[in-house]
T-cell receptor, first 110, second 117 residues
Framework: DAKTTQPTSMDCAEGRAANLPCNHS???????VYWYRQIHSQGPQYIIH???NNETNEMASLIITEDRKSSTLILPHATLRDTAVYYC???????????FGQGTTLQVKP | GAGVSQSPRYKVAKRGQDVALRCDPI?????LFWYQQALGQGPEFLTY????????KSGLPSDRFFAERPEGSVSTLKIQRTQQEDSAVYLC???????????????FGSGTRLTVV
């Protein structure tokens, strides 16, 4: 199973881009990278996922390196409401399981 | 409903008491998952249903934990003879398709916070 490594915490100024890195050097060719976030006292919320191409939706952008060993989640204009724990997950194929690590605690500051 | 609904939101149980936690998934969602989240930790997988079939219960920590989804919609997680180490937030998630087919974009509920005293 591909494991992920994320920084424990990061700060970002309100209105600036937040760039959250993730290493997943043991990822297999058919495994996706998923990002979730968890705001205090809420359940995790799906953000975005990708296989090898960069992806963008209304919430964020996902940049995956060409060798697929790392990725970056980009929140283009962070707001105070983006303060949360962000989880980078590579689900084991054909299991249905999401394996959460410790994630990155992002603090957006005024 | 519009989202995954869990009840109760908070539960305090005396050690040794049995508890039942309820999850109402999004209507029509085939897959349902239970996770346990200890304070300061990421959620940990407990069990997975596809319709009424429990396909994976490898994460249930002991035989005191039991989950069911008899009609393929509402699910109940039951914990018998609760212990202090069972104190955690119990999260339920659902998905329209089968997670095993590669769609891992799940919708989570807000969880039930269980405190065993």
């Amino acid at each position: 199973d591909a494991k992920t490594t994320q920084p424990t915490s990061m700060d970002c100024a309100e209105g600036r881009a937040a760039n959250l890195p993730c290493n997943h050097s043991t990822i297999s060719g058919n495994e996706y990278v998923y990002w979730y976030r968890q705001i205090h006292s809420q359940g995790p919320q799906y953000i975005i996922h990708g296989l090898k191409n960069n992806e963008t939706n209304e919430m964020a952008s996902l940049i995956i390196t060409e060798d697929r060993k790392s990725s970056t989640l980009i929140l283009p204009h962070a707001t105070l409401r983006d303060t949360a724990v962000y989880y980078c997950i590579v689900p084991p194929s054909n299991t249905g399981k999401l394996i959460f690590g410790q994630g990155t605690t992002l603090q957006v500051k005024p | 409903g519009a989202g995954v609904s869990q009840s109760p939101r908070y539960k305090v149980a005396k050690r040794g008491q049995d508890v039942a936690l309820r999850c109402d998934p999004i209507s029509g969602h085939v897959s349902l998952f239970w996770y346990q989240q200890a304070l300061g930790q990421g959620p940990e997988f407990l069990t997975y249903f596809q319709n009424e079939a429990q396909l994976d219960k490898s994460g249930l920590p002991s035989d005191r934990f039991f989950a069911e989804r008899p009609e393929g919609s509402v699910s109940t997680l039951k914990i018998q003879r609760t212990q202090q180490e069972d104190s955690a937030v119990y999260l339920c998630a659902s998905s329209l398709g089968s997670g095993r087919k590669g769609n891992y974009g799940y919708t989570f509920g807000s969880g039930t916070r269980l405190t065993v005293v």
